[in-house]
């Protein structure tokens, strides 16, 4: 048997096999994804800056000029120790006023500072008493003897400052701890008191000496008369030995003020004369009938050594 298909049933068919299934959804072109983008989303018209923070570190101000003058004045006046310095383990520095002398010290290890034979100590001060160990002795006895100041530091890396006050003088110390050198001692020599001892003993000798060579008793003239101001200069005497003459001054001439010696010519002018110091007198290698002893500038002490003939001052009652 033979089927005729015609063509009116199949289109029917299709028609409903395409009823029958859902339709797939369609795909947008990209242009019109791009356009519904731009849509949602906001673009700024410019790009942002990117920031970056810093740290910030904090500003150091520059220390004033007084801090500074003040950190070279310390440098200046302190003195190191040195290789010409050393008498065996000893550093010895010689003593100046308002010196700083450098110490170093070492855990473990007692630094000895002695001071002068016959200075008594008053007072120890240091800057760090925690972390320094500090203490004073003594050796000798009588006049010779000697106090010692010990120091030892508790670790290495330590600094402070040291200051001993005597009877005498004051010493200014700039401790250091190292971890293994340490000094063993230190003390001073004294140039000031050495040339005070020589300047001394050349006094007491000039005063043993005898003022003039030569010179003969039965050759004094002591015919002078002393008038004028009454200052604590004021000499005692005058007298001469025909050749030379002499002005007697008080003990205390050689601490004051020695005032300068004036002739007086034949004119009445004051004239400088050379003269020589010889312990409390004033020798002049000539003879004057008057002089003057002037001190001062607005208002001059004025003391006038007169010679007047032989037993005139004593009649008057003048200090011979």
């Known amino acids: 048997m033979k089927f005729l298909v015609l063509p009116s049933l199949v ?20 242009a019109a994804i791009t356009a ?6 906001a673009v700024p018209a410019t790009k942002p800056k990117l920031v970056v923070r810093h740290h910030m570190r904090p500003r ?4 004033s000029p007084v801090i500074i003058g003040v950190a070279r004045a310390n440098r200046a006046a302190t003195q190191e120790p040195s290789t010409q310095g050393f008498v065996n383990a000893v550093q010895v520095y010689a003593y100046s006023d308002g010196a700083i002398y450098q110490l ?10 002695a001071l002068q034979p016959g200075e008594n100590l008053i007072a120890v001060a240091s800057g760090d008493t925690v972390r320094w160990v500090i203490g004073d002795t003594s050796s000798g006895s009588g006049a010779d003897k000697r106090t010692h100041i010990l120091v030892k530091p508790f670790a290495s890396g330590l600094t402070t400052n040291l200051v001993i006050t005597t009877d005498r003088r004051s010493y200014h110390l700039q401790l ?3 971890s293994r050198t340490a000094m063993a001692a230190l003390s001073w020599v004294y140039p000031a008191d050495q040339l005070l001892a020589l300047k001394r003993a050349a006094e ?14 039965d050759q004094l ?15 005692l005497r005058a007298f001469d030995d025909g050749r030379q003459t002499f002005v007697e001054f008080s003990e205390s001439i050689a601490v004051g003020e020695a005032p300068p010696l004036f002739v007086i010519g034949p004119s009445g002018y004051a004239e400088l004369v050379n003269y020589r110091v010889r312990g409390r007198f004033y020798i002049v290698d000539r003879l004057f009938d008057v002089a003057e002893l002037r001190l001062g500038t607005k208002k001059q002490q004025i003391v006038r050594i007169e010679r007047v003939a032989e037993g005139t001052a004593r009649r008057k009652g003048q200090r011979s």
Not at 36 to 41: F, L, T
Not at 204 to 217: F, H, K, R, S, V
Not at 221 to 235: C, E, L, T, V
């Open 11 to 30: 289109a029917v068919s299709v028609a409903a096999a395409h009823a029958q299934t859902p339709p797939k959804p369609a795909i947008p072109a990209p």
């Open 36 to 41: 519904k983008m731009s849509a949602s989303v």
């Open 60 to 63: 150091r101000h520059a220390p």
């Open 104 to 113: 170093y010290a070492a855990p473990g290890t007692i630094t000895d500072i």
């Open 176 to 178: 250091s701890a190292t």
């Open 204 to 217: 007491q000798a000039e005063a043993a000496a005898p003022i003039a060579q030569g010179l003969a008793i």
């Open 221 to 235: 003239h002591f015919n002078y008369q002393i008038s004028g101001d009454k200052p604590a200069w004021r000499p």
